[in-house]
């Protein structure tokens, strides 16, 4: 657009005349409109004293990482609250008191532990297994002791007295850690063994002197000893 020149005159003028330093009345009330929007949005322009700086990326990020640190600490805390021992009154115990349980409930895994072992190995020559308890701080039962009853006996024949005997032997000593009495029903067991082996070494070779009426009654004779000792000693390893 522009303004045509009025006639006469000595000069004309166009709109793309106008400029920053124009001096025109147009111009002037133009630029005092603006002033105000290009000093607001002029990146060089002060800041007020009370405007708080946007908060960055990283800083978000680690406040809500801290935020769920601090929750994450206090779940874990609750669960260990949790699952500390408690009384039977279900107050917590105190540092000895927890010491105690944590003894009781060790000695009565390797009680378990020990008794199985006896029970495994004996097969059908070993009972069932009973415990001696103790109550602990917590109020539970633990095992503090325990037996396995195992039958140490004559078989008809020294053949099978002789695998009642290793039965029994392994049986006694099966746990890593056996007792004084599980080394005494071994010892008993092993002497048996050897009564037996000497039985059976005398009806092999001992009956080649012997008539054949002597050897029906020698061959008879374990079985009805066995039957006239009772047959049975309950010891427990």
Do not use: W
């Amino acid at each position: 657009m522009s303004i045509s020149s009025v006639a006469g005159g000595s000069s004309s003028y166009g709109f793309s005349m106008h400029g920053a330093n124009c001096q025109c009345p147009a111009c002037q009330a133009l630029r005092s409109q603006a002033a105000p929007v290009s000093s607001a949005s002029d990146p060089s322009s002060p800041q007020t004293a009370n405007a708080a700086p946007p908060a960055s990326a990283g800083d978000k990020a680690g406040n809500d990482a801290s935020s769920q640190n601090g929750s994450g600490n206090a779940q874990s805390s609750q669960q260990i609250n949790a699952a500390a021992p408690k009384g039977p009154d279900g107050k917590p115990l105190n540092d000895a008191q927890q010491k105690e349980v944590e003894d009781l409930r060790s000695r009565d895994v390797d009680v378990r532990r020990h008794e199985a072992a006896h029970q495994a190995a004996g097969g059908a020559l070993a009972g069932a297994a009973s415990f001696t308890y103790q109550q602990g701080p917590d109020g539970k039962q633990y095992a503090i002791g325990g037996e396995v009853p195992i039958r140490l006996s004559q078989g008809s024949t020294p053949q099978e007295t002789i695998q009642n005997a290793q039965t029994v032997r392994a049986a006694a000593l099966a746990p890593s850690d056996p007792s004084g009495q599980d080394r005494a029903v071994a010892a008993e067991a092993s002497q048996m063994e050897q009564q037996a082996r000497a039985q059976q070494f005398q009806q092999q070779h001992g009956n080649q002197n012997l008539s054949p009426l002597q050897k029906m009654q020698q061959a008879a004779a374990p079985a009805g000893s066995a039957q006239a000792k009772g047959g049975n000693i309950d010891t427990y390893a």
